[in-house]
């Protein structure tokens, strides 16, 4: 038993010898816990989960002999959890409205009953090793919960319980290990967090991530396995698209992590997600969901662990053989609470502040991702989508510029588009994603060859419109040629028939791939046919009053994804629209000329 | 050990005195001063080992002398009386009555620090404010629960509006009466606060408001703990009486750089701008304290008011602000001079609960709609108004006039409005339609066919 011999904000100095560096401490009369960073003769300095106030130097400290770790088994989706996986639901039942300090309540349910149903191929005598499938709890209608032998443990299976209902804490199997001690299997095992869990090798990411929103999807892909930021300045819509990419994203889980943001947006995704439903099984969202939550005005050091507790938490559903999505909001958050905890040991800041291994933290943390074989021999991914705030939304800040490194893709946001309102306001500009020619492969053998022809074209469009842009922020439109004038003008379609898409509008707020892709090349083929107006010397101030400008615009958000059909007949009457025009200006041969210009 | 002084100061600088050999004082614990001349000051204790304990002094260390100081440790946090004869009474920095009426005398003492809210227990808050101003309400709504923070700049009229937003504010359809207002003011000007009291004054809500005044000239340590003391009195009035409180706090910029002053003696590491690493997490604990809670009928709505130095939104403060609260209303010096009151910037502002607080159910379908037209319109038309300031008004077309000349409207008729001009949300949104139909019906895509047909004038 050690004692406390100074107090300093977060950080706690302990008499306490003996203690592992990572050791879980309890300290003083509240047992607030906290977890040791350094160790200096008999001293070891600790930083504590909870505020401080009120400790006293003299008071009692214990090491508990274990690292930070979170429980793994049934009872974890659905849930809301803090940055040390405490259910935040089961404590507002204990203790009420306000998170009081020094409380235990057990991460898992553990009177909760689950039916267990062992693996067939299981027989006692058999030989056993981590990671391996022991058999499978229905966690919610659409997950099951496949129960894992704990990574580390390899033996002579002794014992399995039938199928029947346990707990968590009862014992259903027996393992006898190597040196034959007998080690007792429950449905749950614990995994400290700062450990990777280990895999059998790493996998070729394959299929993209489908979030349904067309700037990602069509322009800038995310593949399952992969890694991905979102920078953005404050109110460019950062949090709504993380939203909307939890929602709709085709990954079989998805962990939240809120850290250091706002309480009242934790409320509204606990609140909404259970209205929800999946796109792609129709089950309501909830039950693929988890979230840990570490709001901004809860303790530092928690806030600092909580992204570990949500990445182990996303690789043991990964072990488990299934695409899990985690999105961190935001590792700005947290690389300032290792700043804060930093600069109160005094370490030597390098860049704003922060400590000198900002950057290889976060590399470690983000190389966690990817697409695995696991132990079991299944495959599973985990996507990771970390949030980036740049103070003043500059993003050559050290937080910002390390990850850039790191991850594949990019969406970075601009406050230009937030402004006017342009959501989301992805900049097709200065984003950027490593993965399209993996995600071509995929839309050509699932939805069109034509996929990655279509984008590299509509990037181009948008591309030279921003130059034109520049000429006429100089001199005016009417200083452009009718070619031009039309380039801008399809450009601008393409922004607001394309790439705007609401995420309050119920038809639009989900997109497959079908129509994304149909609209993608419904407009293009408006431009392609204007264009070839264009040339032959109709003048674009003609092209722009039509009708079917306005129309085109507004198609994302008459028809769903479920309602193609009536889509791609409007599609189909494109050429039609342009009939007229193009009979006053070629009228030698009209009929030849449309084929032509029909992809 | 309460009852013990201790005269064992061994240093003092800036605000801070060092105590050696008092063991076991508890962190957080308050602190009280009594100097040579038996004045008395409180402090706090920052960091504490058995044989160093430093404390902060809010009335700050001038004119102490280590020797002839005696230190009383009080074991307990700062806390604030509170009941309901709070309401209508001043209170100084620190908490303590200074309307030369006798101190609030209640059992019932809480901590100023207050505890995090469980994110579980959280309602969203959902409930339309209509401010009566239409940049508002329009275009930024405030809903019940909400941080709507208004930054400004020297000079601005941000007073004047928040003064307005807490004189107007009321949720459609309901009474008025159990609106209370806690206003707290931390180095502001005696003007400004002279300001904010006869206008409650004026409009006879003075009984329901509580004040806490750390004005410019006074301790500048104190004003950590003012803002604490008003939310601490805010909670006790949303959540244990019910009422919904309007919480409205000026100048976070000055508590900022208190903040940092204080982060500064003590050596902590800065970060940007020689602000500490932890400005994010300190003002966060004060802000995240809005909000509303499942069953229980009160809520805490929130403006706190900054001034953006040098007119700089990437400054420290009101970049760190804008992560944490839930939008902004940014006022502009542009309009301003243009004589446009308030003179809101629209494009930059921003209410992040406001889709969720408006449309069908809560103000009218079309608002959501309205307010994202009236932003890619406008957003439009300052780009033709930049065109034209470069190659003149004589070289647009005409539709690019139309626009130009809807820009001016906006701005003079619908964010400019009187100081006592209280609109209704259907007012303003007939405003915005008045405006919309200078407009073709075919530009405006971000509102429905169905509401082009029925709102817009030359729609027919």
Known sequence: ?599 | MKNIEFRTAASAQGGLVVMAGVPGVAAGSRVQLRDHAGRVRSGLVIRSANDAVLVEVFEGTDALDLERTWVRFLEEPYKLPVSRDILGRVFNGSGRPCDGRPPVISADRRDINGEPLNPAARAYPREFIQTGISAIDGMNSLTRGQKLPIFSGGGLPHNQVAAQIVRQAKLLGEESAEFVIVFAAFGASHADARFFQESFEESGVLNKVVMFLNLADEPVIERLLTPRAALTAAEYLAFDLDYHVLVVMTDMTAYAEALREVAVLRGDVPARKGYPGYLYSDLAELYERAGRIKNRRGSITMIPVLSMPSDDITHPIPDLTGYITEGQIVLGRELSNQGVYPPVTVLPSLSRLMKDGIGKNFTREDHPHVASQLFASYAKALEVRGLAAIIGAEELSDADRRTLAFADAFERRFINQGEDEDRSIHETLNLAWDLLSMLPPESLIRVSEEELAKYHKGAA
């Open chain 1, 1 to 599: 038993m050690g004692k406390i011999l100074e107090i300093n904000g977060p950080l706690v100095k302990l008499d306490l010898p003996q203690t592992v560096l990572g050791e879980q401490v309890r300290v003083g009369r509240l047992g607030l816990v906290g977890e040791v960073i350094s160790r200096d003769g008999n001293t070891a300095l600790a930083q504590l989960y909870e505020d401080t106030a009120g400790l006293c130097p003299g008071e009692e400290a214990e090491g508990l002999g274990w690292p930070l770790s979170v429980e793994l088994g049934p009872g974890l989706l659905g849930g809301i959890f803090d940055g040390v996986q405490r259910p935040l639901q089961a404590m507002w039942e204990q203790s009420g409205d306000r998170i009081a300090r020094g409380v235990a309540v057990a991460s898992l349910p553990r009177d909760r009953r689950w039916y267990f149903v062992p693996d067939p191929g299981r027989r006692a005598g058999m030989p056993l090793a981590g990671g391996e499938v022991l058999g499978t709890v229905q966690e919610t209608e659409s997950i099951q919960h496949r129960i894992l032998v704990p990574p580390r443990v390899q033996g002579e299976l002794l014992e399995l319980a039938p199928e029947g209902e346990h707990t968590v804490e009862e014992v259903i199997g027996r393992v006898r290990l190597a040196d034959g001690r007998i080690e007792k299997l429950h449905l749950f095992h614990r995994w400290p967090v700062r450990t990777p869990r280990p895999f059998r090798q790493r996998d070729h990411a394959v299929a993209p991530l489908i979030t349904g929103q067309r700037i990602l999807d069509t322009f800038y892909p995310l593949l399952k396995g992969g890694k991905a930021a979102i920078p953005g300045p404050f109110g460019a819509g950062k949090t709504m698209l993380q939203h909307q990419v939890a929602r709709w994203c085709n990954a079989q889980i998805v962990i939240y992590v809120g850290c250091g943001e706002r309480g009242n947006e934790l409320t509204d995704v606990l609140e909404s997600m259970p209205t929800l439903t999946d796109p792609h099984t129709g089950r309501p969202l909830m039950e693929r969901t988890l979230l840990v939550a570490n709001t901004s005005n809860m303790p530092v050091v928690a806030r600092e662990a909580s992204i570990y507790v949500g990445i182990t938490l996303a690789e043991y559903f990964r072990d488990q053989g299934y695409d899990v999505v985690m999105v961190a909001d935001s590792t700005s958050r947290w690389a300032e609470a290792l700043r804060e905890v930093a600069g109160r040991l005094g370490q030597m800041p390098v860049e704003e502040g922060y400590p000198a291994y900002l950057g290889s933290r976060l590399a470690a943390f983000y190389e966690r991702a990817g697409r695995v074989e696991t132990l079991a021999g299944d495959h599973g991914s985990v996507t990771l989508i970390g949030a980036v705030s740049p103070p003043g939304g500059d993003f050559s800040e050290p937080v910002t510029s390390h990850t850039k490194e790191i991850i594949q893709t990019f969406w970075a946001l601009s406050k230009e588009l937030a402004d006017a309102r342009h959501y989301p306001a992805v900049d097709w500009l200065e984003s950027f994603s490593g993965y399209v020619s993996s995600a071509a492969k995929w839309w050509a053998d699932n939805i069109d060859p034509g996929w990655e022809a279509a984008r590299a074209a509509a990037l181009d469009l948008l591309a030279a419109s921003e130059e034109l842009q520049r000429i006429v922020n100089l001199v005016g439109v009417e200083a452009l040629s009718s070619e031009q004038r039309w380039t801008l003008e399809a450009a601008s379609l393409i922004k607001e028939g394309l790439l705007q898409q609401a995420a309050t509008d119920e038809v639009d707020s989900f997109a497959s791939p079908e129509k994304q892709f149909a609209l993608l090349t419904a407009l293009l083929d408006i431009y392609r046919q204007g264009m070839k107006l264009v040339k032959l010397g109709a003048p674009a101030r003609r092209l722009i009053q039509m009708p079917l400008l306005a129309q085109a615009r507004r198609w994302k958000s008459q028809h769903s994804s479920d309602d193609l059909e009536a889509l791609k007949a409007k599609i189909a009457a494109i050429p039609a629209a342009f009939e007229p025009l193009l009979l006053e200006y070629a009228p030698a041969a009209p009929s030849s000329a449309m084929e032509e210009i029909r992809p």
